[in-house]
Structure formats: structure tokens, C-alpha cells
């Protein structure tokens, strides 16, 4: 997901730090990645904008060489999902006489769930499951699929009392001080419907032991990064204690205040507001872009409309480490879901000339 202008920028930063003109320095870079997976995020952006602002078109790619792998080593106990991963991954699973849309893939039978909510995990379950769930997950392709299944996980979250942490939100100008003349003609009540992407929601529901998401990067030292899940194991109104429950720091304990988080990165709103929140979200779902680079026991992948860009269907699904720890739930519109011959399809976006 990393745009190549960011790429030409390290090699810029790395010339001037070594006061020498060559590529990065002189100094061996080394990249990881899958051009499978989703490709960088240009908001309402065309195919060829994507694919234009890959690492693939950036100026120092030629300079690169390339080594591939091969063997799938986080399905490798099941080689039949293995190659059916990669066969969806490269765009070779593809059913032109399904009349649906030109993306359109048959989702197999054994994969299929009814209620994706109750099969990652179950109809309820209490605090002391925490750390069986904290290995599974839902994924969908939009932020709102996934605040509404958060809050159904919650609810089935027993034995623990819900607490409602409220922000506070204000209009900041490009000075970072008040502007009382867009307050005025902003309420405050319409900004705290607002929902946007990388931050918390006004109105935060939590209960003790539930599964959150860190949004910030805190203290990379600490194991605080954007992305970190974490599990809930207290709080008060002003701050949260707070379990690592991923990777390195899994099992250390942190106590997370409340932080003012900013919408000056997103160019959707025309203006810039403010909110003062705990910089966490609920975890037992996320988007299928937030998914990248993390491997789940069980894993749901819930459509209520197909994935919109190249390699989400292929992200979702290979979270998982073997066909029986993944369902998914298709839902049926005029572009997904049951055909006449009762098979479900979905949409597998994948830009071919990306892998060129």
C-alpha cells in the first residue's frame, strides 16, 4: 500500500544524509510485499491513478531486484486453499457465464455462512473468552459494515456492565485555534454525527474485556502502533487500561488517556475539526485494508456489497490459515449474491497489468 512518491522520498532523504549521489545512498534497501493485496488508497481515484501511483511506476523501481516467493506459509497445512487463494489473488477464478458483473467469482459452498455473526463467535460469550477471540475476526470492505458489527459483537459480550465514553468535538482552523465563525455555523450536534476514517466515534461503548484497536502510534518502543489489539481489562472516565494482545508486547499492560485526534488528513471534509477521545475502536471487526499483514484462527469476511478494489476479496480470505477458519457472509444485491442456478458470487477485483 505504500505510494511510490513515498519511496522517492527515502531515496532523496537517504542521498542528502550520505552526502552521496547515489540510488538510497549507497545503503541496501530491502522491500516486502504482495502485489496481490490491496494497492495504495487514491480517494475516488481511476484504475489507471492506482495503479500510476504503485512503487511499481515510481522512478526507482528499476533499480530493485526482485525475488519471488512461492509456497503460501500461512496456509501451508492446507495446499488445495493454498492454491485457491493464489488462483483468486492472480484473477484466474473467474465465471463469465454468471450474470452478474465481469469480476464475478462463485464462492464455494463449504465457505458460505448465513449469519457471519454467530459462526466467528457464537450467539454470546463472556469475558473470560477473550483470549480464544482475540485470535478471530470479521472483515468487511467499508468502515460503516464494520461499526455496525462491532456494536453486535458487544452486545453478546456477557457477564460485564457496557460504559458510553463521549468525545468532545470543536472546529479547529489551519492555525489549530477556534474558529467561532464555522462553529457558528457548524453545531456542535452535526459534528458528532460524523464518523470518519482513523478516528474514534463520538459516542465510544465499552465493556471490560471486550477487544479494541489502537488508532495512534503511542510509543513504538512500547508496542503502541497504529493497529495494535488490545483488550480492555479496565477503565475510568479518563483513561483506559489496556492489554497487548498482538506480536511482540503481547501480555504488557498500558494505561491510555483520552487524546485529541484530527481530521486534517482528510480531504473529504472541507473543514477541519477536533475530537477528544480515547484513540481506540472496537476490534472484533475491521476493514479488509486495516487486515493486511495479520493472520486470524477464524475469520469472517461479511459482503453486504462486493469489495470495490483490487485484491480485498483476495486480503480477506487469506487471513486465514486453512479453508475450515473462513466463512463468508455474501448478501444479495443486483451486483452480488444467489444466480438462477442457486450459486453465490461476489465481485474479485484484481488489475492484471499490476503484476507486469
Not at 459452498?109 to 482475540?134: A, H, P, R
Not at 463468508?328 to 444467489?338: A, E, F, M, S
Request: positive net charge.
Amino acid at each position: 500500500m505504500a505510494p511510490g512518491t513515498a519511496l522517492e522520498i527515502v531515496d532523496l532523504i537517504f542521498q542528502d544524509l550520505m552526502g552521496v549521489q547515489m540510488r538510497f545512498g549507497g545503503k541496501v534497501v530491502v522491500l516486502g510485499g504482495d502485489f496481490r493485496q490491496v494497492l495504495p488508497v487514491i480517494r475516488k481515484g481511476s484504475r489507471c491513478a492506482i495503479i500510476a501511483s504503485t512503487i511499481k511506476k515510481s522512478s526507482v523501481w528499476p533499480f530493485f531486484q526482485t525475488f519471488r516467493l512461492e509456497r503460501n506459509m500461512r496456509a501451508i497445512t492446507d495446499p488445495n486453499f493454498s492454491k485457491w487463494l493464489l488462483d483468486i489473488g492472480d484473477g484466474m477464478i473467474h465465471s463469465p457465464e454468471i450474470p452478474k458483473t465481469q469480476y464475478s467469482v462463485e464462492v464455494p459452498i463449504s465457505l458460505i455462512s448465513n449469519d457471519i455473526v454467530t459462526d466467528i463467535f457464537g450467539n454470546s460469550f463472556s469475558y473470560t473468552d477473550v483470549e480464544k477471540f482475540s485470535r478471530r475476526a470479521i472483515l468487511c470492505p467499508r468502515n460503516e459494515d464494520v461499526r455496525l458489527i462491532n456494536e453486535r459483537v458487544l452486545i453478546n459480550l456477557n457477564n460485564a456492565v457496557q460504559m458510553s465514553f463521549y468525545a468532545i468535538d470543536s472546529i479547529k482552523n489551519d492555525d489549530g485555534v477556534d474558529d467561532h465563525d464555522l462553529q457558528v455555523n457548524i453545531p456542535v450536534e452535526f459534528l458528532n454525527t460524523l464518523n470518519p476514517s482513523g478516528l474514534a466515534p463520538y459516542k465510544l461503548n465499552l465493556k471490560v474485556g471486550c477487544i479494541v484497536m489502537l488508532l495512534r502510534n503511542l510509543s513504538v518502543n512500547k508496542g503502541l502502533c497504529n493497529g495494535t489489539r488490545m483488550i480492555v481489562r479496565g477503565f475510568r472516565q479518563n483513561v483506559l487500561q489496556l492489554e497487548i494482545i498482538t506480536g511482540t508486547f503481547s501480555g504488557t499492560v498500558h494505561f491510555i488517556p483520552r487524546i485529541s485526534l484530527d481530521t486534517s488528513n482528510d480531504p473529504a471534509l472541507p473543514f477541519n475539526f477536533v475530537r477528544h477521545q480515547f484513540p481506540v475502536r472496537l476490534a472484533y471487526a475491521m476493514t479488509i485494508n486495516k487486515s493486511q499483514g495479520q493472520t486470524f484462527d477464524k475469520v469472517g469476511l461479511y459482503l453486504p456489497e462486493p469489495c470495490f478494489s483490487h485484491g480485498q476479496f483476495y486480503t480477506g480470505c487469506s487471513r486465514a490459515m486453512e479453508s475450515n477458519g473462513l466463512k463468508i457472509q455474501v448478501k444479495d444485491t443486483t451486483r452480488q449474491g444467489k444466480t438462477n442456478n442457486e450459486q453465490t458470487v461476489t465481485d474479485n477485483i484484481v488489475y492484471r497489468e499490476i503484476f507486469s
